[in-house]
Protein backbone atom coordinates (compact mmCIF):
# COMPACT_ATOMS: atom_id res chain seq x y z
CA UNK A 1 0.00 0.00 0.00
CA UNK A 2 1.35 3.64 -0.50
CA UNK A 3 -0.95 6.45 0.87
CA UNK A 4 -4.51 8.04 1.03
CA UNK A 5 -5.09 10.93 -0.49
CA UNK A 6 -8.41 12.64 0.23
CA UNK A 7 -9.69 14.90 -2.73
CA UNK A 8 -11.85 17.86 -1.24
CA UNK A 9 -13.19 21.25 -2.41
CA UNK A 10 -16.13 23.19 -2.75
CA UNK A 11 -19.18 21.70 -4.60
CA UNK A 12 -18.91 21.69 -7.81
CA UNK A 13 -14.98 22.30 -8.75
CA UNK A 14 -14.81 18.86 -10.39
CA UNK A 15 -13.59 15.94 -7.53
CA UNK A 16 -15.90 13.45 -8.67
CA UNK A 17 -14.72 14.35 -12.77
CA UNK A 18 -11.14 14.14 -11.04
CA UNK A 19 -11.66 10.51 -9.22
CA UNK A 20 -13.25 8.84 -12.14
CA UNK A 21 -10.38 9.64 -14.31
CA UNK A 22 -7.52 9.20 -11.89
CA UNK A 23 -8.87 5.65 -10.59
CA UNK A 24 -10.71 4.70 -14.57
CA UNK A 25 -14.09 4.41 -13.14
CA UNK A 26 -17.10 5.76 -13.40
CA UNK A 27 -17.99 5.17 -9.27
CA UNK A 28 -18.60 8.86 -8.23
CA UNK A 29 -21.22 10.14 -9.52
CA UNK A 30 -20.22 13.64 -11.34
CA UNK A 31 -23.47 15.74 -11.76
CA UNK A 32 -24.14 19.70 -12.31
CA UNK A 33 -25.48 20.41 -8.54
CA UNK A 34 -23.91 20.66 -5.33
CA UNK A 35 -23.57 17.67 -2.82
CA UNK A 36 -23.87 15.15 -5.87
CA UNK A 37 -20.89 13.16 -3.68
CA UNK A 38 -22.51 12.36 -0.15
CA UNK A 39 -20.85 9.11 0.94
CA UNK A 40 -16.79 9.25 -0.23
CA UNK A 41 -15.82 7.04 -2.97
CA UNK A 42 -12.86 4.88 -2.73
CA UNK A 43 -10.64 4.04 -5.68
CA UNK A 44 -7.62 2.01 -4.84
CA UNK A 45 -4.73 2.83 -8.15
CA UNK A 46 -1.30 1.50 -8.69
CA UNK A 47 1.12 3.69 -9.38
CA UNK A 48 2.63 2.17 -12.68
CA UNK A 49 6.36 2.28 -12.50
CA UNK A 50 8.59 1.11 -15.60
CA UNK A 51 11.40 0.33 -13.10
CA UNK A 52 8.87 -2.27 -12.14
CA UNK A 53 8.35 -3.48 -15.41
CA UNK A 54 12.12 -4.27 -16.58
CA UNK A 55 12.64 -5.82 -13.68
CA UNK A 56 9.54 -8.00 -14.11
CA UNK A 57 10.89 -8.97 -17.46
CA UNK A 58 14.64 -9.71 -16.30
CA UNK A 59 13.61 -11.96 -13.66
CA UNK A 60 10.96 -13.21 -16.05
CA UNK A 61 8.22 -12.98 -13.30
CA UNK A 62 5.07 -14.57 -13.47
CA UNK A 63 3.44 -11.82 -11.52
CA UNK A 64 3.66 -7.90 -11.38
CA UNK A 65 2.28 -5.87 -8.36
CA UNK A 66 2.77 -2.53 -8.44
CA UNK A 67 2.26 -0.09 -5.16
CA UNK A 68 -0.66 1.61 -4.49
CA UNK A 69 -2.64 5.17 -3.98
CA UNK A 70 -5.39 5.42 -2.61
CA UNK A 71 -7.98 8.32 -3.59
CA UNK A 72 -10.79 9.38 -1.62
CA UNK A 73 -13.68 11.46 -3.15
CA UNK A 74 -15.06 13.24 0.05
CA UNK A 75 -18.18 15.78 -0.23
CA UNK A 76 -18.31 19.11 -1.20
CA UNK A 77 -17.56 21.41 1.75
CA UNK A 78 -19.29 24.58 2.10
CA UNK A 79 -18.53 27.75 4.33
CA UNK A 80 -20.14 26.66 8.03
CA UNK A 81 -18.84 23.27 7.79
CA UNK A 82 -17.59 23.06 11.36
CA UNK A 83 -20.94 24.14 12.54
CA UNK A 84 -22.79 21.75 10.24
CA UNK A 85 -23.58 23.56 7.74
CA UNK A 86 -24.19 21.19 4.24
CA UNK A 87 -22.86 17.66 5.18
CA UNK A 88 -20.93 18.99 7.66
CA UNK A 89 -19.03 17.23 10.32
CA UNK A 90 -19.66 14.33 8.13
CA UNK A 91 -17.04 15.31 5.59
CA UNK A 92 -14.60 16.89 8.36
CA UNK A 93 -14.54 13.11 9.64
CA UNK A 94 -13.46 11.44 6.32
CA UNK A 95 -10.56 13.55 6.15
CA UNK A 96 -9.05 12.57 9.28
CA UNK A 97 -8.38 9.44 8.27
CA UNK A 98 -6.38 10.03 4.71
CA UNK A 99 -2.74 10.74 4.70
CA UNK A 100 -2.39 13.78 2.69
CA UNK A 101 -5.13 16.49 1.03
CA UNK A 102 -5.68 16.89 -2.49
CA UNK A 103 -7.19 20.51 -2.79
CA UNK A 104 -9.37 20.33 -6.10
CA UNK A 105 -9.61 24.09 -6.85
CA UNK A 106 -11.82 25.82 -9.87
CA UNK A 107 -9.94 27.48 -12.00
CA UNK A 108 -12.30 27.97 -15.37
CA UNK A 109 -14.88 30.19 -16.34
CA UNK A 110 -18.03 28.05 -17.23
CA UNK A 111 -22.05 29.06 -17.71
CA UNK A 112 -22.43 25.90 -17.72
CA UNK A 113 -21.43 23.99 -14.71
CA UNK A 114 -22.99 25.67 -11.44
CA UNK A 115 -20.80 27.36 -8.59
CA UNK A 116 -21.43 28.03 -5.43
CA UNK A 117 -19.94 31.58 -4.99
CA UNK A 118 -20.65 34.42 -7.70
CA UNK A 119 -17.09 34.49 -9.26
CA UNK A 120 -13.82 32.04 -9.93
CA UNK A 121 -11.50 32.81 -7.18
CA UNK A 122 -9.16 29.50 -6.05
CA UNK A 123 -7.73 31.27 -3.32
CA UNK A 124 -10.61 32.44 -1.55
CA UNK A 125 -12.13 28.66 -1.88
CA UNK A 126 -9.12 27.35 -0.26
CA UNK A 127 -9.03 29.92 2.36
CA UNK A 128 -12.69 28.66 3.09
CA UNK A 129 -11.77 24.95 3.65
CA UNK A 130 -8.87 25.60 5.51
CA UNK A 131 -10.98 28.21 7.65
CA UNK A 132 -13.31 25.24 8.08
CA UNK A 133 -10.53 22.68 9.23
CA UNK A 134 -9.28 24.98 11.68
CA UNK A 135 -12.48 25.55 13.71
CA UNK A 136 -12.83 22.07 13.12
CA UNK A 137 -9.45 21.33 15.40
CA UNK A 138 -10.47 24.44 17.40
CA UNK A 139 -13.55 22.38 18.34
CA UNK A 140 -11.63 18.97 18.50
CA UNK A 141 -8.95 20.22 20.66
CA UNK A 142 -10.72 21.96 23.43
CA UNK A 143 -12.73 19.16 23.69
CA UNK A 144 -9.63 17.22 24.30
CA UNK A 145 -7.75 19.57 26.75
CA UNK A 146 -11.25 19.35 28.93
CA UNK A 147 -10.29 18.11 32.82
CA UNK A 148 -11.94 14.84 32.32
CA UNK A 149 -10.68 14.27 29.26
CA UNK A 150 -6.73 15.47 29.77
CA UNK A 151 -6.14 12.55 32.04
CA UNK A 152 -5.96 10.18 29.23
CA UNK A 153 -3.96 12.37 26.91
CA UNK A 154 0.14 12.11 26.98
CA UNK A 155 1.79 15.13 28.05
CA UNK A 156 3.38 14.82 25.03
CA UNK A 157 0.08 15.33 23.14
CA UNK A 158 -1.04 18.01 25.54
CA UNK A 159 1.71 20.22 24.93
CA UNK A 160 0.99 19.69 20.91
CA UNK A 161 -2.76 20.52 21.28
CA UNK A 162 -2.08 23.51 23.23
CA UNK A 163 0.70 24.94 20.70
CA UNK A 164 -1.89 24.19 17.70
CA UNK A 165 -4.73 25.90 19.43
CA UNK A 166 -2.13 28.79 20.04
CA UNK A 167 -0.96 28.81 16.02
CA UNK A 168 -4.36 28.97 14.75
CA UNK A 169 -6.18 31.40 17.50
CA UNK A 170 -2.94 33.73 16.73
CA UNK A 171 -3.13 32.44 12.93
CA UNK A 172 0.58 31.70 12.66
CA UNK A 173 1.93 29.11 10.47
CA UNK A 174 0.30 25.97 11.49
CA UNK A 175 3.32 23.96 9.29
CA UNK A 176 5.68 24.92 11.55
CA UNK A 177 4.76 22.70 14.33
CA UNK A 178 5.95 19.47 12.13
CA UNK A 179 9.29 21.41 12.90
CA UNK A 180 8.67 20.91 16.79
CA UNK A 181 7.11 17.61 17.17
CA UNK A 182 7.56 14.19 16.51
CA UNK A 183 5.57 12.67 13.03
CA UNK A 184 4.27 10.29 14.98
CA UNK A 185 2.64 12.77 17.82
CA UNK A 186 1.39 15.12 14.93
CA UNK A 187 -0.12 11.93 13.26
CA UNK A 188 -2.04 10.82 16.90
CA UNK A 189 -3.39 14.61 16.91
CA UNK A 190 -5.28 13.46 13.37
CA UNK A 191 -5.80 17.31 13.31
CA UNK A 192 -6.92 18.40 10.15
CA UNK A 193 -4.83 21.81 9.73
CA UNK A 194 -1.66 19.59 9.69
CA UNK A 195 -2.52 17.45 6.60
CA UNK A 196 0.32 17.38 4.11
CA UNK A 197 -1.39 19.03 1.29
CA UNK A 198 -1.41 19.05 -2.59
CA UNK A 199 -3.38 21.51 -4.82
CA UNK A 200 -5.22 21.09 -7.88
CA UNK A 201 -5.96 23.55 -10.59
CA UNK A 202 -9.07 22.33 -13.01
CA UNK A 203 -8.76 24.47 -15.80
CA UNK A 204 -10.31 23.92 -19.23
CA UNK A 205 -8.53 22.64 -22.22
CA UNK A 206 -7.07 25.69 -23.74
CA UNK A 207 -5.45 26.07 -20.17
CA UNK A 208 -3.55 22.95 -19.85
CA UNK A 209 -0.37 23.93 -21.30
CA UNK A 210 0.04 27.21 -19.74
CA UNK A 211 -2.32 27.57 -17.15
CA UNK A 212 -4.47 30.51 -16.97
CA UNK A 213 -4.93 33.99 -14.91
CA UNK A 214 -5.93 32.19 -12.23
CA UNK A 215 -3.51 29.40 -11.48
CA UNK A 216 -0.96 32.08 -11.97
CA UNK A 217 -2.11 33.78 -8.92
CA UNK A 218 -2.74 30.86 -7.15
CA UNK A 219 1.03 30.26 -8.08
CA UNK A 220 2.11 33.32 -7.00
CA UNK A 221 0.89 33.12 -3.16
CA UNK A 222 1.32 29.10 -2.86
CA UNK A 223 3.95 28.33 -5.73
CA UNK A 224 4.30 25.71 -7.55
CA UNK A 225 6.03 22.68 -5.67
CA UNK A 226 3.11 21.25 -4.42
CA UNK A 227 0.96 22.92 -7.20
CA UNK A 228 -0.75 20.54 -10.11
CA UNK A 229 -2.55 22.39 -12.87
CA UNK A 230 -5.04 19.57 -14.57
CA UNK A 231 -7.65 19.48 -16.72
CA UNK A 232 -10.33 16.49 -14.49
CA UNK A 233 -12.49 16.42 -17.99
CA UNK A 234 -9.69 15.65 -20.24
CA UNK A 235 -8.31 13.14 -17.94
CA UNK A 236 -11.41 11.43 -17.88
CA UNK A 237 -11.28 11.60 -21.65
CA UNK A 238 -7.85 10.37 -21.78
CA UNK A 239 -8.90 7.30 -20.51
CA UNK A 240 -11.52 6.09 -23.38
CA UNK A 241 -8.23 6.53 -25.73
CA UNK A 242 -5.81 3.35 -26.68
CA UNK A 243 -2.07 3.49 -25.71
CA UNK A 244 -1.24 5.95 -29.26
CA UNK A 245 -4.29 8.09 -30.11
CA UNK A 246 -3.89 8.92 -26.00
CA UNK A 247 0.25 9.64 -26.69
CA UNK A 248 -1.53 11.76 -29.60
CA UNK A 249 -4.02 13.73 -28.39
CA UNK A 250 -1.33 14.33 -25.24
CA UNK A 251 1.09 15.57 -27.91
CA UNK A 252 -1.28 17.59 -29.25
CA UNK A 253 -2.74 19.49 -26.05
CA UNK A 254 1.09 19.82 -24.46
CA UNK A 255 0.64 17.10 -21.91
CA UNK A 256 3.65 15.30 -20.65
CA UNK A 257 2.06 12.55 -18.79
CA UNK A 258 -1.30 11.58 -17.02
CA UNK A 259 -2.81 13.25 -13.88
CA UNK A 260 -2.08 9.93 -12.00
CA UNK A 261 1.62 10.15 -12.35
CA UNK A 262 1.85 13.53 -11.20
CA UNK A 263 0.22 13.11 -8.66
CA UNK A 264 1.83 9.96 -7.50
CA UNK A 265 5.58 12.19 -8.04
CA UNK A 266 4.25 15.12 -5.85
CA UNK A 267 2.39 12.80 -3.29
CA UNK A 268 5.65 11.13 -2.73
CA UNK A 269 7.60 14.04 -2.32
CA UNK A 270 4.84 15.79 0.00
CA UNK A 271 5.25 12.59 2.32
CA UNK A 272 8.95 11.71 2.15
CA UNK A 273 8.26 8.58 0.32
CA UNK A 274 10.26 6.15 -1.94
CA UNK A 275 10.13 2.41 -3.09
CA UNK A 276 11.81 -0.60 -2.99
CA UNK A 277 11.48 -3.90 -5.18
CA UNK A 278 11.28 -7.25 -4.97
CA UNK A 279 12.39 -9.67 -8.05
CA UNK A 280 12.53 -12.93 -8.46
CA UNK A 281 10.39 -15.66 -10.51
CA UNK A 282 7.55 -16.10 -9.01
CA UNK A 283 6.82 -12.06 -8.67
CA UNK A 284 8.17 -8.65 -8.92
CA UNK A 285 6.75 -6.19 -6.69
CA UNK A 286 6.99 -2.30 -5.76
CA UNK A 287 7.09 -1.44 -1.95
CA UNK A 288 6.22 2.10 -0.70
CA UNK A 289 8.87 3.44 3.02
CA UNK A 290 9.33 6.13 4.51
CA UNK A 291 12.30 8.05 3.57
CA UNK A 292 15.65 7.49 5.83
CA UNK A 293 13.89 3.95 6.37
CA UNK A 294 16.06 1.29 8.33
CA UNK A 295 16.56 -1.84 6.45
CA UNK A 296 14.23 -4.10 9.60
CA UNK A 297 11.31 -1.54 8.95
CA UNK A 298 11.47 -1.93 5.10
CA UNK A 299 11.66 -6.34 5.66
CA UNK A 300 8.14 -5.26 7.97
CA UNK A 301 6.60 -3.82 5.08
CA UNK A 302 6.42 -7.35 3.32
CA UNK A 303 5.53 -9.03 7.01
CA UNK A 304 6.31 -8.45 10.70
CA UNK A 305 8.36 -11.61 10.80
CA UNK A 306 11.05 -10.18 8.69
CA UNK A 307 11.71 -7.34 11.11
CA UNK A 308 11.81 -9.91 14.16
CA UNK A 309 14.27 -12.11 12.36
CA UNK A 310 16.23 -9.76 10.27
CA UNK A 311 19.28 -11.05 10.06
CA UNK A 312 20.57 -9.08 6.60
CA UNK A 313 19.90 -8.02 3.28
CA UNK A 314 20.89 -8.97 -0.14
CA UNK A 315 20.66 -5.59 -1.61
CA UNK A 316 21.90 -4.41 -5.35
CA UNK A 317 20.97 -0.90 -6.65
CA UNK A 318 18.14 -1.13 -9.87
CA UNK A 319 20.67 0.07 -12.28
CA UNK A 320 23.10 -2.25 -11.12
CA UNK A 321 20.03 -4.55 -11.86
CA UNK A 322 19.51 -3.92 -15.08
CA UNK A 323 23.11 -3.82 -16.49
CA UNK A 324 23.71 -7.09 -15.24
CA UNK A 325 20.49 -8.84 -16.08
CA UNK A 326 19.52 -9.34 -11.92
CA UNK A 327 20.75 -11.43 -9.28
CA UNK A 328 23.09 -14.02 -10.60
CA UNK A 329 25.34 -11.82 -12.57
CA UNK A 330 24.93 -8.98 -10.16
CA UNK A 331 26.60 -11.28 -7.46
CA UNK A 332 28.78 -12.76 -9.90
CA UNK A 333 30.56 -9.23 -10.99
CA UNK A 334 30.19 -7.96 -7.14
CA UNK A 335 27.49 -5.70 -7.28
CA UNK A 336 25.48 -7.28 -4.43
CA UNK A 337 25.97 -5.98 -1.07
CA UNK A 338 25.06 -7.69 2.13
CA UNK A 339 23.89 -4.66 4.60
CA UNK A 340 23.00 -5.23 8.37
CA UNK A 341 20.17 -3.64 10.41
CA UNK A 342 21.67 0.16 10.25
CA UNK A 343 21.51 0.21 6.49
CA UNK A 344 19.44 2.77 4.91
CA UNK A 345 17.36 1.62 2.32
CA UNK A 346 17.45 3.95 -0.93
CA UNK A 347 14.92 4.28 -3.54
CA UNK A 348 15.18 2.03 -6.19
CA UNK A 349 17.02 -0.64 -4.16
CA UNK A 350 16.17 -4.07 -5.13
CA UNK A 351 16.15 -6.26 -2.19
CA UNK A 352 16.23 -9.89 -0.43
CA UNK A 353 15.66 -10.03 3.21
CA UNK A 354 17.46 -13.06 5.11
CA UNK A 355 15.71 -13.65 8.13
CA UNK A 356 15.49 -16.26 11.17
CA UNK A 357 11.56 -17.52 11.32
Request: hydrophobic share 35%.
Amino acid sequence: MGFKCGIVGLPNVGKSTLFNALTNSNKAQAENFPFCTIDPNLGIVPVIDERLDNLTNISNSKKKIYTTISFVDIAGLVKGASKGEGLGNKFLSHIREVDAIIHMLRCFDSDDIQNVNDNVDPIRDLEIIQTEMKLADIESIQKRLDKKNKKNISDEQIQLLETALNYINNEKNIYEIWNLYEKKEIEMSGLLSLKPNLYVCNVDEESIANGNKYTQKFIEKFSDKDTIIISAEIENQLNSLGDQEKKNFMDLLGIKEAGIKTLAKKGYNLLNLETFFTSGPEESRAWTINKQCLAPKAAAKIHTDFEKGFIKVETISYQDFIDNEGWLNSKNNGKMRLEGKEYIVKDGDVLNFRFNT
